[in-house]
């Protein structure tokens, strides 16, 4: 029996760019639909309804941000959206792709091994009841105890330095957990952990564990929660 081929639609209005994907993720096994306007990407996407979508963050007519809009508004948010761009490269328009929903955010050149990867890592995403996007399992599932309150106070915007004085551990044991957190959730920078964070609604520690008694003389920190996005 032939296996199934995952399908991706790529949209962008740099035709080197689109075949030079195109090659890759079909090399890859994946089956690539190309468009290079908002027309034609709702065209393909109306005729085969995609797995995913790797949307260029600037087009010469529009935005793929209003793209990605127009597809949330028109299938329920059903279609994984990963943002592309070699303009909008700082965190911040990172951070930015992301809260609008997106899967991932990608800057051109982009590796083929890294597209590749973050290509497949969206398709094991599985879709819940709704019709959302949602990972495997609980987003934070994996995390300690401890990676959850680094990753609380990140996203308060602490420091490393902060952070590691409020926690009362070395800034090195902090890039540590960091680096656990990263693996963890599946990302590549601070930034898209905050990101994630903000927008999966990372859970409030102290309903989840009761606190550890205190060493004489020591004061208990207060830990950080992030609230839900709404």
Same mark, same amino acid.
């Given at each position: ?21 195109? /090659? ?15 027309? /034609? ?25 209003? +793209? ?18 070699? %303009?909008?490269? %700082? ?22 091994? %890294? ?22 399992? %609980? ?29 009362? +551990? ?10 656990? +957190? ?23 520690? /102290? ?24």
């Amino acid at each position: 029996m032939a296996r199934h081929r995952q399908t991706l639609l790529v949209v962008d209005d740099n035709d080197l760019f689109r075949g030079w994907v195109r /090659e890759v993720l079909e090399r890859a096994g994946f089956e690539v639909a190309e468009a290079a306007t908002a027309d /034609e990407a709702f065209a393909s996407v109306e005729k085969a309804m995609p797995g995913l979508v790797l949307l260029d963050v600037r087009l010469r007519e529009t935005s793929g941000y209003e +793209i990605h809009r127009e597809l949330n508004d028109r299938y329920a948010g059903s279609i994984p959206v990963i943002f592309i761009s070699g %303009e909008r490269t %700082e965190s911040f328009d990172r951070v930015a792709g992301l809260l609008l929903g997106a899967d991932d955010y990608l800057v051109k050149p982009v590796d083929p091994d %890294e597209l590749i990867a973050r290509v497949r890592r969206s398709f094991r995403w599985k879709r819940s009841g709704n019709g959302r996007v949602s990972a495997p399992t %609980e987003p934070f599932s994996e995390l300690t105890i401890r990676e959850r309150e680094v990753l609380s106070l990140l996203a308060d915007g602490m420091s490393t330095k902060q952070i590691a004085n409020e926690l009362v +551990i070395s800034p090195r044991t902090i890039g540590t957990h960091v680096q656990h +957190i990263l693996g963890k959730l599946g990302v590549h920078s601070r930034a898209q952990a905050v990101a994630f964070a903000h927008r999966g609604g990372l859970p409030d520690l /102290e309903a989840q564990t009761a606190p550890a008694p205190s060493a004489p003389g020591v004061r208990r920190r207060p830990v950080a929660t992030v609230s839900k996005a709404s």
